[in-house]
Structures are given as C-alpha cells and as structure tokens.
C-alpha cells in the first residue's frame, strides 16, 4: 500500500487515504476524557465492584445508567 497523501482544501490540511469512512471529528478534549474516567472509577468503587466478591467485579457495565442520573437530581431511577 502506498503512503497516504497530503492536501489542502478549504484551508484545512486532509489526509487522502481513498477511504469512504465518514466518521466523525474522534478528536478529544483529554481533561474532558479525564474527568469522565475519574468519574467512572467514582462509580466503580462506590458500587463495591472494587471487592473481588462483588458478582460485577472488574465490569463498568451499567455504571453510567446506575449513577448518572442520581447525579442530575433524578432519584427515582
């Protein structure tokens, strides 16, 4: 495969890869992704998944639909 080129257009400079992906912008913000990682490991340990016994330990699953919205004031979820 042969190196992919570079181009200008539209003042921006694009890499032409011939690739058809459409994917958006994956550029983040690392403080954001920071703070939504501390946020997690928050979740995780508030949880008790930390505790090898608990039955969801090592998983992160399910912790955003769990603590999210006790966050925003909703206690009802």
Same mark, same amino acid.
């Given at each position: %495969? /042969?190196? #992919? ?13 011939? /690739?058809? &992906?459409?994917? #958006?912008?994956t %550029? @983040?913000? #690392?403080?954001?992704?920071?703070? $939504?990682? *501390? $946020?997690?490991? /928050?979740?995780?340990?508030? !949880?008790?998944?930390? *505790? $090898? /016994?608990?039955?969801m ?7 955003? !639909?769990?603590? %999210? &919205?006790?966050?925003?004031?909703? @206690?009802?979820?």
């Open positions: %495969m /042969s190196a #992919p080129l570079l181009a200008t257009g539209g003042g921006a400079l694009k890499l032409l890869t011939g /690739s058809t &992906n459409t994917a #958006p912008n %550029m @983040v913000n #690392p403080f954001e992704e920071q703070g $939504r990682q *501390d $946020r997690l490991e /928050s979740w995780y340990e508030q !949880d008790g998944r930390n *505790d $090898r /016994s608990h039955p330990y090592a998983l992160y699953t399910g912790l955003a !639909d769990k603590y %999210m &919205n006790k966050e925003q004031g909703n @206690v009802w979820a």
